[in-house]
């Protein structure tokens, strides 16, 4: 995962045992909206580099599909109920398109089909999604990277399913700049007394980082030790911090103010042999602590040195006087390499209303990535399996991306490439990455910037989004928490074009603290996941429960967004206030009531109606990653 809040860190319950996920109230207070969507793309098509899947084309009558909205049986499994009469299916109208009746408000108490269909989502196939892909990697050097046999091999497996329940399916290629690491890095002082540093615990090589065999000494560059509590370090980020710099040296540089990218670019025209960059030493809370392993990206393949990542430790060792070490890198890049998002689409629900739901497919090079982010991906994948026969609303589209661990490129070139008027109908995102962490926290997105760190600015509607999770997580019984809305993952891309946005995650490389230990249990002291970006982040790397719990949260969320009437991030005939549900409070309408000129609304699971069930924390810009988001 790419580095990823509620005014108070509230634990509704201490519970232990793994909840069968059967909510009973969502309290969330969601508004508005009325737009236009993706409509459906072709059975598994490639779409070239540069272009957006192409609206229209697909049949949606091939074997195991769901029927066409507005041509099917209201008796289909799982579908809602169309009372007689029609209708447009607007903001006040009786039915939605297709002669589908509106569905329930985000915001409104959970319908009994609503809880039905969250609880579906069980944990044997979710295993089984993650077994799958653990046993991809295996075959194909125990990574899943984008660009790699590993990630075609994942990415054959998720869309085979996808198809087989009936969506339609299309393939986006684009393309990337490929990096790894050949052979395992070496770090070794060998004065003043001599010491081996471990890969993965005390250094890390920074994607796209140069290759070489560096020996030499060491020598700071404008460092600031011991740390100071105060403005950052800007080591490294000026021209003259280069001065007195002996050419030839191993240039170490302090963690501030500047990208990894103008570091690494500055030592290399100062003559340096290689780069080491560590964490600036600060103390703090959560994002906020800056003594753990440093790891990230410098965003090119231009620089031809050796550039790694250390903790504070190792760094301030590396800064005695008269230091010598040796440094070597063995890595690979390649500037134009192709790989591929899979986008997934229902045949139902209004094309001008979708709601996107997705996860990153690809693991970084070193390990199978089966808690980052095959648990994302499985419940993504699963919600999109028992959603397969549900008639919603609003149209259900999910997303698979490629090359999150690279930048988020995957997800920037989706968005990129959509035009203004495709990207309009994308009424919210919810994005999943990394939801069955060892020494989980439930963790909320802070769309309502009300947790105590400042990070990107939520677009209106996003609030709405939390609300829901919370709700989901009062009725099951689980405590959660803030975590950092920086849009250091896959939703960064939507927030940058105002499309409201949320999601969960259960925490990476930071330790948890004793205060969340006493909530969610688990270790204090140990890291939310020990095994990030590491070879050991396999099926033994996820917490079941994290995993069972957060996937009922995304099919809850899919089901209640599906057939809301009225969606995050967009004008409604009630008006765009992101403070609407906080003051007037949830909507009147429930399943199987009638509303002011809404007509009935049956949801399923309602009487007479069959159920669902049956069909690189905190880091400057240029850091690949770091998932310490989480807030405290």
């Known amino acids: 995962m790419f580095r990823h809040p509620s005014a ?6 201490e519970g232990r045992e793994a909840p069968s996920v059967a909510p009973r109230k969502l309290l969330a207070a969601i508004t508005v909206l009325s737009v236009v969507s993706l409509a459906a793309v072709s059975a598994v098509s490639t779409v070239p580099a540069g272009a957006a899947p192409v609206p229209g084309g697909g049949d949606s009558e091939r074997a195991g599909a769901a029927p066409v909205p507005g041509a099917g049986d209201s008796e289909h499994v799982g579908a809602v109920s169309v009372p007689a009469g029609g209708g447009s299916g607007r903001a006040g109208a009786g ?36 077994e799958r892909l653990q046993e991809i990697a295996h075959a194909n050097g125990d990574t899943r990277a984008a660009a790699t046999p590993g990630y075609d091999a994942s990415l054959a497996y998720v869309a085979g399913r996808l198809r087989a329940a009936g969506y339609r399916v299309t393939s986006q290629e684009f393309k990337i700049s490929f990096f790894r690491e050949v052979t395992a890095p070496v770090l070794e002082r060998i004065r003043p007394t001599a010491k081996t540093y471990v890969p993965g615990t005390d250094f890390r090589t920074m ?30 980020c000026e021209a003259s911090d280069f001065s007195t710099f002996v050419r030839g040296d191993i240039a170490l540089i302090q963690r501030g103010t500047c990208s990894f990218q103008v570091k690494a670019e500055r030592a290399e025209a100062a003559g340096a042999s290689a780069v080491i960059i560590f964490n600036d030493g600060r103390t703090g809370q959560g994002t906020e602590d800056r003594r753990a392993l440093l790891g990230g990206s410098i965003n090119t393949s231009a620089v031809r ?8 430790a190792t760094g301030e060792e590396l800064a005695a006087p008269g230091t010598r070490t040796k440094l070597v890198v063995d890595a690979e890049s390649a500037p134009d ?36 982010n095959g648990s994302g991906t499985a419940g993504v994948l699963e919600t999109a399996l028992a959603a397969k026969s549900l008639r919603t609303r609003n149209r259900l589209r999910f997303a698979f991306w490629g090359a999150e661990e690279l930048g988020l490129l995957g997800s920037k070139h989706y968005v990129a490439a959509l035009p203004p008027a495709e990207r309009a109908k994308i009424k919210l995102y919810l994005n999943f990455d990394m939801i069955a962490s060892p020494n989980y926290v439930f963790g909320i997105y802070d769309g309502d910037s009300s947790g105590p760190v400042a990070g990107a600015t939520p677009p209106p509607g996003s609030g709405r989004i939390e609300k829901l999770f919370q709700g ?60 990030y970006h590491q070879a050991c982040d396999t099926i033994a790397n996820v917490n079941e429960k994290a995993l069972k719990v957060n996937a009922g949260a995304i099919a809850t969320a899919a089901f209640v967004f599906g057939y809301a009437r009225d969606l995050p991030g967009a004008p409604s005939a009630l008006g765009d206030r992101e403070d609407r549900g906080r003051r007037e409070g949830p909507g009147t309408e429930e399943p199987g009531k009638e509303g002011p000129g809404k007509g009935v609304v049956v949801a399923p699971g309602e009487a007479g109606i069959a159920g669902p069930g049956t069909g690189a924390g905190g880091l400057e810009p240029g850091h690949d990653h770091g998932h310490g988001g989480l807030l405290r």
Not at 339 to 356: C, F, H, K, Q, Y
Not at 480 to 497: K, L, M, N, T
């Open 95 to 130: 039915l939605a398109p297709g002669g589908r009746a509106p569905g329930p408000a985000a915001g409104d108490p959970l319908s009994p089909g609503a809880e039905a269909f969250g609880a579906s989502v069980k944990l044997a196939p979710l295993k089984g999604h993650l």
């Open 207 to 236: 994607t796209y980082s140069g290759s070489g065999n560096v020996t030499g000494p060491v020598q700071g560059v404008d460092l600031v030790l011991p740390p100071k509590q105060g403005p950052e370090s800007t080591s490294g």
């Open 305 to 312: 040195i050796p550039v790694v990542g250390t903790d504070f």
């Open 472 to 531: 989901y997580f009062e009725a099951v019984g689980e405590p959660y928490q803030d975590a950092e809305f920086s849009g250091r993952s896959d939703y960064g891309p939507f927030i940058a074009v105002g499309i409201p946005s949320g999601g969960l995650f259960t925490g990476a490389e930071r330790l948890k603290t004793a205060e969340e230990a006493g909530k969610f249990g688990g270790s204090a002291g140990v890291a939310y996941d020990k095994c």
């Open 8 to 13: 108070s860190l509230r634990a509704v319950s």
């Open 337 to 372: 390499r192709r790989t591929r998002n899979l986008i997934a689409e229902s045949g139902w629900g209004d094309p001008d209303r979708v709601v996107m739901l997705g996860a990153h497919l690809d693991s970084v090079m070193m390990g199978p990535g089966i808690n980052d």
